[in-house]
C-alpha cells in the first residue's frame, strides 16, 4: 500500500510531520476495508506523533479521524470527545472539515436534526470553497438526514444530486451510499424493484473496493426489502450477511443486522 510505503521513506528521512500526514491517510483507507482495529491503532499513532511534534493542526486532524473511527465502532461517547477536542484545536479548515463527520457520526446514531444542521454547515462551507468532494459528502449527508427526518421529497433531490456529481468525478466513496440511501428511499415509497435495482449497482464495487461499511448498509437495506416482500428466509439470508460483514476484522462496525 503506497501510504505504507511513504510512512516509511518519511520516517528514514525523519520527517515526523509527514509521517503524521501519511498515518492519518492510512487510518482512513483501513477504516473503509474494514480493517477497524489497524484504523484505530494508526490514528492513535498519528495522534502521539502530532503531540510529540507539539503541532496543534496535526493534532487536530488525527483527533478528527480517531473519532470518525471511533463512531464507526460505536463507541459514542469517545467519539463524541475526540471530535469536540478537534474543534478546540483546529483552524478555520479543520473546524469545518469537522462538520461532514459530526454529521456523518450524528447519522450512524440516529441523530437526523443534528447530522441535518452539521450537513447544512459543511455544505455552506464547501460551496464557499468550490471544493467538489466536500459539495457531494455534503449532498450526500444532507439527504440521508432528510431521509431519516421522513423528508422524502429532499431526500430524493439530495441523494439524486450526490449521485450524479458523484459518477461525474467517479468518487466512488459517495456514490455507494448515495445508492444505498435512495435504494432505502424507495423501499420506503413500496417501489421494491426499483430499491433493488439500485442495490445492483452497489454489490460488485462494495466487493471490489473494499468498501465493508457500505457492504454491511446495503445488504441491511436488503434485508428489509425482502421482509417487506414477505420472504422471510431471503430476509434472515442477508441480515446475517449484513452481521457477518459488520464485525469486519473482529470489530463491530457502526452497521449492524436489521434483525
Known amino acids: 500500500m503506497l501510504f505504507r510505503h511513504d510512512i516509511e521513506i518519511c520516517g528514514k528521512e525523519g520527517n515526523q510531520k509527514n509521517v503524521c500526514a501519511g498515518l492519518q491517510g492510512l487510518s482512513n483507507i483501513l477504516h473503509w476495508s474494514g ?3 489497524e484504523s484505530e491503532t494508526t490514528a492513535r499513532r498519528a495522534l502521539s506523533s502530532a503531540r510529540q511534534l507539539s503541532d496543534q493542526d496535526e493534532e487536530a486532524d488525527s483527533l478528527y479521524w480517531l473519532g470518525v473511527i471511533l463512531a464507526v465502532r460505536g463507541k459514542e461517547l469517545d467519539s463524541a470527545k475526540a471530535l469536540d477536542r478537534c474543534l478546540k484545536f483546529a483552524h478555520r479548515y479543520i473546524t469545518y472539515k469537522s462538520y461532514d463527520y459530526q454529521a456523518q457520526r450524528a447519522l450512524w446514531f440516529g441523530e437526523y436534526d443534528e447530522a441535518q ?16 468532494r466536500g459539495v457531494i459528502r455534503a449532498a450526500r449527508l444532507q439527504g440521508e438526514a432528510a431521509l431519516g427526518l421522513d423528508d422524502l421529497s429532499t431526500a430524493d433531490e439530495r441523494l439524486h444530486h450526490a449521485l450524479a456529481r458523484a459518477r461525474t468525478v467517479n468518487l466512488v466513496e459517495q456514490e455507494l451510499p448515495a445508492l444505498i440511501g435512495l435504494a432505502e428511499l424507495r423501499r420506503r415509497q413500496g417501489d421494491l424493484k426499483a430499491a433493488r435495482e439500485l442495490l445492483e449497482d452497489v454489490w460488485e464495487p462494495a466487493e471490489r473496493g473494499p468498501f465493508r461499511l457500505f457492504h454491511t448498509d446495503a445488504f441491511n437495506v436488503l434485508a428489509q426489502i425482502e421482509r417487506d416482500a414477505s420472504d422471510h428466509e431471503a430476509a434472515v439470508k442477508a441480515a446475517t450477511e449484513a452481521y457477518r460483514l459488520a464485525w469486519c476484522d473482529g470489530c463491530a462496525g457502526a452497521g449492524f443486522a436489521a434483525f
Do not use: G, H, S, V
Not at 444542521?117 to 467538489?132: D, G, I, K
Open 35 to 37: 480493517a477497524l482495529r
Open 117 to 132: 444542521t452539521f450537513a447544512n454547515r459543511a455544505m455552506t462551507y464547501f460551496q464557499q470553497q468550490r471544493y467538489e
